[in-house]
């Protein structure tokens, strides 16, 4: 076997152990998430309320007013009436699409605060989105 050969041999090997190696740390692409919704306006608050309370008389809705994403709490405007301690609800966009669902967890000075877990959809809870309680 000549040095060309041999050279060439392992130039060729070498090609190929970085290409077999490469091909699986190729990045995955991120996952897509849709966009928010725009907030909820009075009139639309007004026309998803209307809605809900035909199929859901009983339901209540109001809109989220503050999130904190990193600890998965969010507040929204509320009484104990509507909104009583420990009750489940849903997180709504103005679109009527569910972001999450969480549990009461307090009233406090005329909000309510949940604890929220996000719907497969991948997005987070936004200032705009509606609070429901069926």
Same mark, same amino acid.
């Given at each position: 076997?000549?040095?060309?050969? !041999?050279?060439?041999?392992?130039?060729?090997?070498?090609?190929?152990?970085?290409? !077999?190696?490469?091909? %699986?740390?190729?990045?995955?692409?991120?996952?897509?998430?849709?966009?928010?919704?725009?907030?909820?306006?009075?009139?639309?608050?007004?026309?998803?309320?209307?809605?809900? #309370?035909?199929?859901?008389?009983?339901?209540?809705?109001?809109?989220?007013?503050?999130?904190?994403?990193?600890?998965?709490? !969010?507040?929204?405007? %509320?009484?104990?009436?509507?909104?009583?301690?420990?009750?489940?609800?849903?997180?709504? #966009?103005?679109?009527?699409?569910?972001?999450?669902?969480?549990?009461?967890?307090?009233?406090?000075? %005329?909000?309510?605060?949940?604890?929220?877990?996000?719907?497969?959809? %991948?997005?987070?809870?936004?200032?705009?989105?509606?609070?429901?309680?069926?």
């Amino acid at each position: 076997m000549t040095t060309t050969h !041999l050279i060439s041999t392992s130039a060729a090997a070498l090609i190929l152990a970085c290409c !077999l190696t490469s091909i %699986g740390c190729a990045s995955k692409p991120a996952p897509v998430v849709p966009p928010p919704a725009s907030p909820v306006s009075a009139d639309s608050l007004a026309s998803l309320r209307a809605s809900f #309370n035909q199929s859901f008389p009983d339901a209540k809705l109001s809109p989220v007013v503050e999130v904190l994403t990193i600890d998965s709490f !969010l507040a929204a405007a %509320g009484d104990e009436a509507s909104f009583p301690n420990g009750s489940f609800v849903t997180v709504i #966009n103005s679109e009527g699409t569910t972001v999450a669902h969480g549990r009461v967890i307090a009233i406090v000075d %005329g909000q309510v605060h949940v604890r929220f877990e996000t719907s497969p959809s %991948g997005r987070l809870p936004t200032v705009g989105d509606v609070l429901v309680r069926f």
